[in-house]
Protein backbone atom coordinates (compact mmCIF):
# COMPACT_ATOMS: atom_id res chain seq x y z
CA UNK A 1 0.00 0.00 0.00
CA UNK A 2 2.56 2.50 0.86
CA UNK A 3 4.44 1.81 -1.87
CA UNK A 4 1.37 2.38 -4.43
CA UNK A 5 0.97 5.70 -2.70
CA UNK A 6 4.98 6.49 -3.02
CA UNK A 7 4.33 5.26 -6.93
CA UNK A 8 1.20 8.02 -7.04
CA UNK A 9 2.70 10.59 -5.27
CA UNK A 10 5.82 10.62 -7.68
CA UNK A 11 3.50 10.69 -10.35
CA UNK A 12 1.41 13.78 -9.77
CA UNK A 13 4.79 15.39 -9.07
CA UNK A 14 6.16 14.02 -12.32
CA UNK A 15 3.53 15.43 -14.18
CA UNK A 16 3.42 18.82 -12.35
CA UNK A 17 7.35 19.61 -13.11
CA UNK A 18 6.26 18.12 -17.07
CA UNK A 19 3.76 21.03 -17.33
CA UNK A 20 5.48 23.53 -15.49
CA UNK A 21 6.59 27.13 -17.14
CA UNK A 22 10.09 26.63 -16.41
CA UNK A 23 10.55 23.53 -18.54
CA UNK A 24 9.40 25.46 -21.29
CA UNK A 25 11.43 28.33 -20.65
CA UNK A 26 14.11 29.73 -23.53
CA UNK A 27 17.91 29.03 -22.63
CA UNK A 28 19.47 31.97 -20.68
CA UNK A 29 22.96 32.56 -22.09
CA UNK A 30 25.54 35.19 -20.66
CA UNK A 31 27.56 37.21 -23.46
CA UNK A 32 29.17 40.10 -23.81
CA UNK A 33 27.57 43.37 -25.43
CA UNK A 34 29.79 47.03 -25.40
CA UNK A 35 32.16 45.81 -23.08
CA UNK A 36 30.17 44.71 -20.69
CA UNK A 37 28.96 41.03 -19.11
CA UNK A 38 25.23 40.69 -19.70
CA UNK A 39 22.54 37.66 -19.63
CA UNK A 40 20.31 37.53 -22.27
CA UNK A 41 17.53 34.98 -22.70
CA UNK A 42 18.57 32.96 -26.66
CA UNK A 43 16.57 34.64 -29.10
CA UNK A 44 14.60 37.28 -27.45
CA UNK A 45 14.90 40.95 -28.04
CA UNK A 46 12.58 43.33 -26.40
CA UNK A 47 12.32 46.60 -27.94
CA UNK A 48 10.79 49.62 -27.01
CA UNK A 49 9.18 52.65 -29.63
CA UNK A 50 9.61 56.27 -29.23
CA UNK A 51 6.45 57.95 -28.83
CA UNK A 52 5.07 58.53 -32.45
CA UNK A 53 6.21 55.93 -34.47
CA UNK A 54 4.95 52.95 -35.91
CA UNK A 55 6.59 49.53 -35.79
CA UNK A 56 6.88 48.82 -39.74
CA UNK A 57 10.75 49.36 -39.77
CA UNK A 58 11.29 47.53 -37.01
CA UNK A 59 9.41 44.52 -38.44
CA UNK A 60 11.42 44.88 -41.83
CA UNK A 61 14.63 44.52 -39.63
CA UNK A 62 13.39 41.66 -37.59
CA UNK A 63 12.24 39.58 -40.44
CA UNK A 64 15.98 40.15 -42.01
CA UNK A 65 17.46 37.69 -39.33
CA UNK A 66 14.26 35.16 -40.05
CA UNK A 67 12.76 36.33 -36.60
CA UNK A 68 9.21 38.22 -35.86
CA UNK A 69 7.29 40.39 -33.60
CA UNK A 70 5.86 37.96 -30.97
CA UNK A 71 4.20 40.46 -28.79
CA UNK A 72 2.87 43.93 -30.67
CA UNK A 73 3.88 46.79 -28.58
CA UNK A 74 1.61 47.91 -26.18
CA UNK A 75 0.63 51.64 -24.89
CA UNK A 76 4.25 52.40 -23.39
CA UNK A 77 6.27 51.10 -26.69
CA UNK A 78 7.36 47.95 -25.40
CA UNK A 79 7.49 44.68 -27.82
CA UNK A 80 9.01 41.68 -27.94
CA UNK A 81 10.68 40.37 -30.77
CA UNK A 82 11.94 36.28 -31.66
CA UNK A 83 14.88 35.65 -33.41
CA UNK A 84 16.05 31.91 -34.02
CA UNK A 85 17.86 30.46 -31.66
CA UNK A 86 21.70 31.14 -31.66
CA UNK A 87 21.08 34.24 -33.61
CA UNK A 88 23.34 37.11 -32.72
CA UNK A 89 21.10 39.36 -30.97
CA UNK A 90 23.72 41.15 -30.11
CA UNK A 91 23.97 42.73 -33.89
CA UNK A 92 20.42 43.39 -34.03
CA UNK A 93 20.24 45.31 -31.17
CA UNK A 94 22.56 47.10 -32.10
CA UNK A 95 21.43 47.99 -35.95
CA UNK A 96 17.90 48.74 -33.97
CA UNK A 97 19.57 51.46 -31.83
CA UNK A 98 20.58 53.07 -34.83
CA UNK A 99 16.82 53.30 -36.17
CA UNK A 100 15.60 57.07 -34.72
CA UNK A 101 12.22 54.90 -33.87
CA UNK A 102 14.11 52.71 -31.28
CA UNK A 103 14.26 54.14 -27.37
CA UNK A 104 15.69 50.96 -26.15
CA UNK A 105 16.09 47.16 -27.10
Keep these: M ?3 VLINTLTVIALIIAGSPMTNAQQTLTGTWQGYEVEYTDGQI ?4 REGYDSERIREIISQYDGELVINFDKLGWGLAQLPEGSDIFSVIDELLREESVEAA
Design 2 to 4: RAR
Design 46 to 49: SIRL
